[in-house]
């Protein structure tokens, strides 16, 4: 697969600026695989052979938001970035299911299907959710887990921000009014850098405006009752179940995962740490994608199971 054009801006030349340091023949292979009745696309890096690294995105992403994070990793492993249901270019499901269960389900119909079994699982926010909730219930399954600022308890007033955006915007006439509306949610990064980000989060309709590559049923805030303290308690004790070492990650300047939360997190996972990114914010391995990757190679390294990997 060529690079992806980032808002006319190569892969390789944005990865470049960011400071994402990488093999020059690195690029992703886009593939599909059907499982549970829906029709899943990924993007796959690096050698089949290598231990696979299980990419899950965040709500309203897609797999390209982990783009600059597997550059950096696929020398090593076989990255495999999954655009989970109802994002990207993933079917969405016909009777808008969402659940936890469903996107537990799917990400051991589509482990089985690929073949992939001793991975590292890494998740961002929704898709950190996503993740520690599968190690816990997969312990044979998991060798290492990284949750990037997420946890069962998220700060109120992040969470409010995420609704807000996610509710603010739906069908706009151009590609540039999405570019400055992001704009005002995620100031840390350049109009080019955002540019390059919604290219591959928005699609463009028949009737040339544009609109998010994600089912518009998350909008919905009534899809989120992850604040509910029986959901919450359930969450936690899926935390003290993983069984694997495990990094919590959490953006300096999140307000979406508090330190004391992050901190929490850590505590009560059997075999956790964490690791605090400076500037960064929810969004950590595109605020800070060298800041991501020093400490995420720092925890694979630490761990002897991995190590020559």
């Not at 994002?87 to 990400?107: C, F, K, M, R, V």
């Not at 991975?119 to 959710?129: N, Q, T």
């Not at 998991?142 to 946890?151: E, P, T």
Request: net charge negative.
């Amino acid at each position: 697969m060529a690079e992806q054009d980032l808002g006319g801006m190569p892969l390789h030349e944005a990865a470049r600026a960011a400071g994402v340091q990488f093999h020059d023949d690195a690029v992703s292979r886009s593939g599909f695989v059907k499982v549970n009745g829906l029709r899943f696309h990924y993007l796959e890096w690096g050698k089949p052979t290598d231990r696979p690294l299980v990419m899950l995105h965040g709500m309203g992403q897609t797999a390209h938001s982990w783009d600059f994070a597997a550059l950096a990793l696929c020398d090593r492993y076989r990255i495999v970035a999954l655009d989970q249901r109802g994002h990207g270019d993933s079917d969405w499901a016909p009777n808008a299911e969402y659940t936890l269960s469903a996107h537990q389900g799917d990400i051991a119909a589509v482990l089985s299907a690929l073949g992939l079994d001793n991975i590292v699982l890494m998740g961002l926010s929704m898709g950190g959710r996503n993740a520690f909730t599968y190690a816990s219930d997969h312990p044979a399954q998991v060798a290492a887990l990284i949750v990037v600022d997420s946890a069962p308890e998220l700060q109120k007033s992040g969470a409010d921000t995420i609704r807000r955006f996610v509710e603010d915007m739906d069908v706009l006439d151009s590609f540039e009014e999405f570019v400055v509306k992001t704009k005002q949610y995620n100031p840390r990064r350049s109009n080019r850098q955002i540019r390059g980000s919604l290219a591959n989060n928005l699609k463009q309709l028949p009737d040339g405006r544009w609109t998010w590559k994600y089912d518009l049923v998350f909008r919905s805030s009534d899809t989120k009752p992850w604040t509910s303290p029986d959901i919450v308690a359930q969450m936690w004790k899926k935390v003290e179940g993983v069984q694997c070492p495990a990094l919590v990650v959490r953006g300096a300047g999140s307000t979406v995962l508090s330190q004391k939360t992050a901190e929490e997190m850590a505590e009560r996972l059997p075999n956790g740490r964490l690791a605090v990114v400076p500037d960064s914010g929810h969004l950590v391995p595109g605020d800070n994608p060298t800041g991501f990757h020093q400490v995420v190679e720092a925890f694979l390294t630490d761990i002897p199971l991995l190590r020559g990997v």
